[in-house]
């Protein structure tokens, strides 16, 4: 049985996405990249139809994947109005003398570049529940210590009503 996953809302449009670009437009592309290697000839030794294989076999592979993940993600929206850190909240805090700002995603949504951390991570599991002023101590997976001090707490769906507010 598969792992149930945590979504976000965005997380989940995202996801539904990528599956749409994935089954319409880069299927047809690299099934034309396998049909013109083909075309030179004995593929037995055609690296250009080997490379689109591989490409094919991996994308048919990330297309059953976020089949499993969409059909077994539960989808957790932040509450409108909360104090506290909840999976979709944005949390600014101050980690030595620095502000960082980290939004709690579930794991099929990290993204390290854009600062999205799993609630399974231990910065992430540490900070659902608190609140703004809160200092929490997080000890990472090497048993380095960090202090974490809330700063900001916004919600995806505060963000989502302040944008449909300016419109």
């Not at 299927?27 to 000839?41: D, H, L, S, T, W």
């Not at 990290?110 to 659902?128: R, T, Y």
């Amino acid at each position: 049985m598969a792992k149930e996953t945590v979504l976000t809302p965005e997380g989940r449009e995202d996801l539904e996405n990528e599956l749409h670009y994935l089954e319409t437009e880069k299927r047809a592309e690299i099934g034309e990249r396998i049909r013109v290697a083909r075309e030179f000839g004995d593929i037995s030794e055609n690296s250009e139809y080997d490379d689109a294989k591989n490409d094919q076999a991996f994308m048919e592979e990330r297309i059953a994947e976020i089949k499993d993940i969409l059909q077994h993600a539960t989808i957790v929206d932040a509450p409108k109005r909360s104090n506290k850190v909840h999976i979709g909240s944005t949390v600014t805090c101050e980690v030595n003398g620095k502000e960082q700002a980290y939004t709690i995603v579930g794991a099929a949504e990290v993204d390290f570049f854009a600062n999205k951390i799993s609630n399974e991570s231990p910065v992430g599991a540490a900070l659902i529940g608190h609140k703004k002023g809160d200092v929490v101590e997080v000890t990472g997976p090497t048993g380095v210590k960090s202090t974490f001090t809330i700063v900001k707490i916004s919600n995806a769906a505060t963000k989502k009503d302040a944008k449909d507010k300016a419109n």
